[in-house]
């Protein structure tokens, strides 16, 4: 939608002061105008989940529901257990970021510096399995983590989430940890620091901005993780995260469209919520994928 | 990680993160992860459960102790089955650990879980394609210790060799009455009244129910919805409706499609092709509810409850959703028959149903989960069934004097006069390790009738010779290589009258 | 954040980097030499067992007759393959994919610039709000989109229809018709991710050095000129690299197609990784054999899409020396 229209308005620096300005207001308010298409679906979910069965589908474009039913949130944070999903995405998210970080982070820094055998041998792996997207797989990955005897639970999805690809992660650690001058280094090895002493120390800290990228990425894609928890939560609905827990609301005979929306509200708010504070990280760290 | 002591961690990284999460989930998650450390004990991990492969198809063991797991589809039944799992340990049986899924992914769920040694106690087979006994070789079921009390407790008739029972050993029994069908005519009272036409006599034959839609349209509410977007639905309302147009066959159970005096597929006779274009006629005619192509039958029936359209082609499970979820609606709800092309009684064959609960070959509590099966042929739970209005309870009794609904009890009125025992091939031998063998073929009949409503499929009757032939291909190479007694012969029935209940002795040929 | 000497992502590959030859150096690696595999090891560990032996334990079960309900499992050599080639509705998934990636990715790619310099103005009011809201639907998980998406999309009570209504123009069946399906995930899809491609493009605007700019006015140059002169040749070596991201990124739509049409109507929107998925699990009889082989043949054509990138980011890489 915007596509079409935005690139008839360029941000032009202009000659003269008056049409800077219109130009400068047609383009706020066309934004205003996409924005709003924009976060309407958002309007409508909100308004959903205050409606009652019946009323979702008969109001039409009304997004103000006749008597609002907070019931609905009450059905989908208890009886439908979003609390309890809400808990799950948040473990398994803060723990697979945390094992890609470190072990990304290590992997990058070794083949970013250190020249030993196999090393060609790994960085070809990667790049030519860069492109396997997870789901193909999942069979062998179920027969794996069954094996282990992790099926069904949290750890095997958090394992199996930041074991599955984040080839992009290693090669960005590698790309940063190449860049930092050789005579840092040197100076911590005079120091008589360690190898190990002079990553945590020395290395790491000096890619903040690396592992605010990875952290941003690995999260928005945990975060929405559905294939592999979907399957990995089958004989234990408890465990589901709220991607997956959407489908508790789809019965044999009926769906329960408000709980549902209900419970997508639930589990925007927290993201938004930490999207709003942590904007500035957010941004950054994406940008961080493209500038490095 | 600025911890320098971080090295001797970085060795064991997995164990590290285990042991945190799993601290974590301790001290933060209390019940919901608590369960999660036991995972591996609770369902079917039972040490010495059948292997899977071993051909031993004697099932699980006893001796178990915890609770039983339970998982079926049934959502309508909830309330029921908690009752009933209380009245199990009221009389000192396990508690019983309930899981209601979403019928697709309690499939995959159930393929899952069997191949990681972790099926439930009991289970319902949503979702699974492959027949019982095909199943029941790999070792996926128990047989029932008390077969004989169950056998006298269900209607005569109903439990077949091949379907329920195997080696004359009982493995399950259904709880729901092979006399029903899904393609009742629903309708509001208050969109046909506002039509001109008398509620109290629904649209019988196929040219009434254009003429009704078409006055119910005219009246500006739309004739017709129909839940293009499940096919498999589809396809059983067309089934349905071929063989109230003529169709020499039944639906249901791996016989769908065939026709049972020859065992020929003919999914290509003029019947399916006229139920096929009469259903499309209303697309034709402007009649259908236009969302009608991305609803399944759930927001199908909500879209129609909430006002959409007049006419909703549904199984007897309707006015259970319609009492539960959208009462406004309830009083407005009216039942009629599957119209028929002259607007005669329909007369409908179907192959008897198959079990509703199995207990699994990896239990260790088999005897338990029988005993607990028990329940459910009793008097107390088919009342509850009706009371549930889901599919009918093999008693059809139970309904009359119940609280249901009085379109349910119509509904069920109508099946006890309307449908027929039709003989199931899968009772012979051999016919379901063919089934099994033919895998899927696509475009299948759901997807042909989508198909032709999209408009993707121009002529209909080429599509369904095709699939005839495909099916007819597949079953040869599948008889082929399962070998044996089984062949075409197996599907046929030549002596059968369709509109009469088969007796269970002509299975033997 | 160096952008001049930090290298690209796979680049890698490439001559070792910073291997310094003085012999000290080469003292202390080798005496840290256990360092680097045990640094590697976590790595080697989850990568190998999560992603590198599935991938080979799927070429094993491409050769295989397993409906995975069973635990019998035949060998049948390349029949599976032979089976799927054959398959019209596999190449259909295949084309089905294609097409949504080559209308898409540049979709995707182009809108986010656009929108990006329009936000990039220095002037522009209210830029939280704005750049917040077009963020809003990454992070929202796919499985409400696709179903808030249905709603929207209805033909009869939707918005977008009824908006259409109002312009007196007949409903639209968009998720209902083969002509219109695939092109509403589209533009879906491309509603969900344009922000983090949006911030791409905000974060490689950010690199042009505003005396540049300046410097263009003064000689007078226009808007459009300064845009198309200085703007667009240093955005290039970028576009290389966001276009890479976002492939990567469009290839992995199961879950909204899933959600939103589910393949139908008659397989219209039935892409590869739905095809898949309804062989290995939806369908009423798995066929795990067949499914991982329609998975192998897709990881090859991936393969060599990878492949190419690699030959384009070389590509970009020599254009962004040239440009400096």
């Known amino acids: 939608m915007s596509a079409a229209a935005a690139p008839d308005v360029p941000v032009r620096p202009p000659r003269r002061r008056s049409p800077r300005r219109l130009r400068l207001w047609l383009a706020t308010v066309l934004l205003l105008a996409v924005a709003a298409v924009w976060v309407y679906p958002f309007a409508w979910v909100v308004s959903a989940s205050l409606k009652d069965q019946l009323e979702v589908f008969t109001a039409g474009l009304d997004l103000v529901p006749e008597s609002p039913q907070w019931g609905n949130y009450a059905r989908a944070w208890v009886d439908a257990d979003f609390a309890g999903y809400m808990l799950n995405t948040v473990l398994v998210t803060v723990g697979t970021v945390a094992v890609v970080v470190i072990r990304c982070a290590m992997a990058g820094y070794v083949l970013a510096r250190y020249d030993f055998l196999g090393r060609k041998a790994v960085l070809l792996v990667l790049v030519v399995t860069l492109f396997v997207p997870a789901g193909y797989t999942i069979i062998p990955v179920v027969e794996l983590t069954q094996q282990l005897g992790l099926l069904n639970s949290l750890t095997g999805m958090v394992v199996a989430l930041s074991g599955g690809g984040h080839v992009a992660a290693v090669l960005l650690y590698m790309g940063y940890f190449r860049g930092i001058p050789r005579e840092l280094e040197e100076a911590a090895v005079i120091d008589r620091a360690g190898f190990f002493t002079i990553f945590t120390r020395v290395m790491l800290p000096l890619a903040g901005p690396v592992t605010a990228t990875v952290v941003v990425l690995t999260f928005l894609a945990t975060w929405n993780a559905f294939f592999l928890p979907l399957v990995f939560t089958f004989s234990r609905p408890e465990l589901r995260t709220l991607s997956v827990g959407m489908q508790a609301f789809v019965g044999q005979n009926s769906v329960d469209w408000p709980g549902m929306a209900a419970a997508g509200t639930i589990s925007l708010l927290p993201i938004v919520a930490l999207f709003l504070v942590l904007q500035r990280y957010f941004f950054d760290g994406i940008a961080g994928a493209v500038k490095s | 990680m600025t911890d320098n002591r971080f090295p001797a961690r970085a060795a064991a990284v997995l164990p590290t993160r285990r042991q945190l999460l799993a601290g974590a989930g301790g001290v933060a998650a209390g019940a919901v992860l608590a369960a999660c450390s036991t995972a591996p004990s609770g369902g079917g991990g039972g040490p010495s459960g059948g292997q899977p492969g071993t051909g031993a198809t004697g099932g699980g063991t006893t001796g178990g102790t915890g609770p039983l797991t339970w998982w079926d589809q049934f959502a309508p039944l909830q309330d029921l089955q908690k009752a009933t799992f209380q009245r199990f340990a009221g009389q000192g049986g396990p508690q019983v650990e309930y899981t209601v899924y979403n019928p697709n992914e309690q499939g995959q769920a159930l393929q899952l879980a069997f191949s990681s040694q972790q099926l439930p106690d009991v289970f319902s087979l949503a979702g699974v394609g492959v027949p019982p006994s095909v199943l029941m070789n790999q070792g996926w079921f128990s047989p029932l210790a008390n077969g004989e009390e169950l056998r006298s407790a269900v209607p005569e008739g109903t439990l077949i060799e091949g379907l329920h029972s195997f080696d004359d050993q009982l493995y399950s029994f259904p709880i729901f009455s092979t006399r029903q069908y899904d393609g009742l005519l629903w309708y509001s009272r208050s969109a046909v009244e506002a039509a001109g036409l008398d509620p109290d006599t629904p649209p019988a034959s196929w040219d009434d129910l254009r003429a009704a839609a078409r006055a119910v349209q005219d009246s500006g509410t739309s004739g017709l919805l129909l839940p293009l977007q499940f096919g498999e639905r589809m396809a059983t309302f067309v089934l349905e409706l071929a063989q109230a147009a003529g169709f020499p066959g039944a639906t249901q159970g791996g016989s769908n499609g065939v026709d049972l005096s020859t065992g020929e597929y003919a999914y290509h006779h003029d019947s399916v092709v006229s139920a096929i274009e009469f259903l499309l006629s209303f697309q034709t005619d402007g009649l259908l509810f236009p969302a009608s192509s991305s609803l399944d039958a759930r927001a199908g029936r909500a879209r129609w409850a909430a006002g959409g359209a007049a006419f909703f082609l549904d199984g007897p499970y309707c006015p259970g959703v319609v009492v539960r979820d959208f009462a406004a609606f309830a009083d407005q709800l009216a039942v009629g028959a599957l119209p028929t092309p002259d607007g005669s009684a329909p007369v409908l064959n179907r192959t008897p149903v198959g079990g509703t609960f199995w207990v699994s070959g990896q239990s260790d509590q088999v005897d338990q989960a029988a005993e607990l099966l028990a329940l459910l042929v009793g008097e107390e739970y088919q009342a509850g069934l009706a009371e549930a209005m889901d599919q009918p309870p093999f008693d059809l009794a139970a309904v009359a004097g119940s609280g249901a609904h009085p379109t349910y009890k119509r509904a069920v009125e109508m099946f006890g006069e309307q449908v027929f025992v039709a003989p199931a091939p899968q009772a012979r031998p051999g016919v379901t390790d063919v089934e099994a063998a033919m895998g899927t073929v696509e475009p299948g009949l759901g997807a042909i009738v989508q198909g032709a409503f999209s408009g993707q499929v121009s002529d209909v009757r080429g599509a369904l010779r095709e699939l005839s032939d495909k099916l007819t291909a597949a079953r040869e190479k599948a008889v082929a290589e399962v070998g044996g007694d089984v062949s075409v012969e197996s599907w046929a029935f030549p002596e059968w009258q369709p509109g009469t209940d088969f007796d269970v002795s002509g299975y033997a040929r | ?282 369908s009423s009889v798995p066929q795990l054999g067949f499914a991982s082989a329609a998975a192998v043949v897709l990881g090859l054509v991936l393969l060599v899409i990878g492949v190419g990138q690699l030959l384009g980011i070389r590509a970009a890489r020599r254009l962004a020396g040239g440009g400096r």
């Open chain 3, 1 to 282: 954040m160096s952008t001049t000497t930090a290298p690209l992502p796979t680049a890698a590959a490439g001559p070792t980097p910073g291997a310094d030859p003085a012999s000290r150096h080469r003292a202390r690696q080798h005496a840290a030499r256990w360092w680097i595999y045990l640094f590697l090891l976590p790595t080697a560990v989850l990568y190998g067992a999560y992603t590198l032996w599935p991938v080979l334990a799927s070429w094993w079960y491409s050769l295989l007759s397993w409906s995975g309900f069973e635990s019998e499992k035949t060998f049948v050599g390349l029949q599976n393959y032979a089976d799927v080639l054959a398959d019209p509705l596999f190449l259909n998934s295949f084309k089905l994919t294609l097409l949504f990636m080559v209308v898409t990715v540049p979709l995707r790619v182009f809108a986010a610039l656009a929108l990006a310099v329009l936000l990039n103005h220095p002037r522009l009011p209210l830029q939280r709000l704005f750049r917040t809201a077009f963020f809003l639907p990454v992070v929202t998980t796919t499985a409400i989109v696709g179903v808030v998406m249905q709603f929207i999309f209805d033909p009869a009570s939707g918005p977008v229809n009824l908006a259409l209504g109002g312009l007196g123009i007949p409903p639209v069946d968009w998720l209902g018709s083969p002509e219109t399906a695939l092109w509403t995930v589209m533009v879906v899809h491309t509603w969900k991710w344009l922000g983090v491609t949006m911030i791409y493009w905000l974060a490689a605007l950010q690199t042009i050095p505003r005396e540049l700019v300046e410097a263009a006015q003064v000689d007078g140059a226009d808007a459009r000129r300064t845009f198309t002169s200085i703007t667009l040749p240093l955005m290039v070596p970028f576009l290389v690299i966001i276009t890479l991201l976002t492939v990567e990124q469009n290839l992995q739509v199961f879950d909204l197609m899933l959600t939103m049409t589910g393949g139908g109507p008659f397989f219209a929107t039935e892409v590869i990784e739905l095809y898949i998925y309804r062989w290995a699990f939806a």
